[in-house]
Each structure stands twice: as C-alpha cells, then as structure tokens.
C-alpha cells in the first residue's frame, strides 16, 4: 500500500520551494514501513542495518593510523548516552557515521554496516 502526504504550501512555510514533491510512503499490509531504498540500491536488509547501526553509539580511538570504533555499551538510542566526560563528547558516534566517516567505498561500508 503506498499513501501520498501533501506537504504544506509555499504559503505557509517560509522559505519552502514552490514545488515540493509528495511525501511518499510504503506500507505493507500489516502497516508497517517498508524501510528499502531502489535508488540507492539498498534493500530492506540494508535499511534494517543501517537503522540498527545508528542506534548504537561509540567512541573513535586511534590505534597507530587505523580508526577503531568502541562501543559505549549503552541501550540503543536516537540520542547520545549522557554523563559523557567533554574531553570525549567530541569522538562520540554512531556506528554508522564512524562507517561513513571512515570506509569511502560504498561496497565495502555496506559489508561492515
């Protein structure tokens, strides 16, 4: 089932482009989203893993010049763990942006993701 959304009118948001195009949503029958990209090539495997991966934050250490990524063993989250001592605020990431930030080739970070 897919469901068109309009998005508000130029009118009414400032700034907005004049044509936006609709919000396009997949749902299956049970209404749940259909979290795959055709554009992109990701299936809903890798959509599934990559939504996983950014739920769980870690901190960039350097080991020599190889990026390593430690998890904070923190619960999943959308938000980043709390009581993060500032000298380490600044290497905290998720698992997928430390892929991003660290693999260029979009094969090989789709591997590790």
Partial sequence: L?????????????????????LLLHFDVNKTL?????????TIEDGIREGIAELFWGFVRHNGEEAVWQWTQDKPSCYPPEGVP?????????YAQFCKDT???????????
Wanted: glycine fraction near 4%.
């Fill in 103 to 113: 693999i260029k080739d979009k094969a090989k970070r789709k591997e590790k993701v």
């Fill in 34 to 42: 259909i979290h795959s990209d055709s554009v992109q090539m990701k």
């Fill in 86 to 94: 500032p000298e380490e605020s600044g290497s905290l990431v998720t």
């Fill in 2 to 22: 897919s469901r068109r959304f309009p998005l508000p009118s130029s009118r009414s948001t400032v700034g907005a482009r004049k044509t936006q195009p609709p």
